[in-house]
């Protein structure tokens, strides 16, 4: 099993920044692909930023330029930096871990992201 722990969440002026952080625990078997997703009221879940084993990052073509995602292995934690949030941006942000040996995938339990004035 594995369990992931986010935090960073919060409420946040337009324009301005916010890092989340996902710390994974638990049986874990080598470098995971980790990355986060997130969820708007009344939409569907949608990729954000994902980044593999091998450090290799992708990105929602609506954060691009404006989020990073990266990673501290030693500390199996996965970062998004968010800067010039924008309303659109609201949504309960997830966290995930791929196993790379197993292939399963794991999510935490959500942050909260409000990009309000």
């Known amino acids: 099993q594995v369990q992931l722990v986010e935090s960073g969440g919060g409420l946040v002026q337009p324009g301005g920044s916010l890092r989340l952080s996902c710390v994974a625990s638990?049986?874990?078997?080598?470098?995971?692909?980790m990355g986060w997703y997130r969820q708007a009221p009344g939409k569907e879940r949608e990729l954000v930023a994902g980044?593999?084993?091998?450090?290799?990052?992708n990105y929602a073509g609506s954060v691009k330029g404006r989020f990073t995602i990266s990673r501290d292995n030693a500390k199996n934690t996965v970062y998004l930096q968010m800067n010039s949030l924008k309303p659109d941006d609201t949504a309960v942000y997830y966290c995930?871990?791929?196993?790379?040996?197993?292939?399963?995938?794991?999510w935490g339990r959500g942050t909260q992201v409000t990009v309000s004035s």
């Open positions: 995930y871990v791929q196993r790379p040996l197993y292939g399963d995938r794991y």
């Open positions: 638990g049986s874990i078997s080598g470098i995971p692909a």
């Open positions: 980044i593999t084993s091998g450090d290799n990052t």
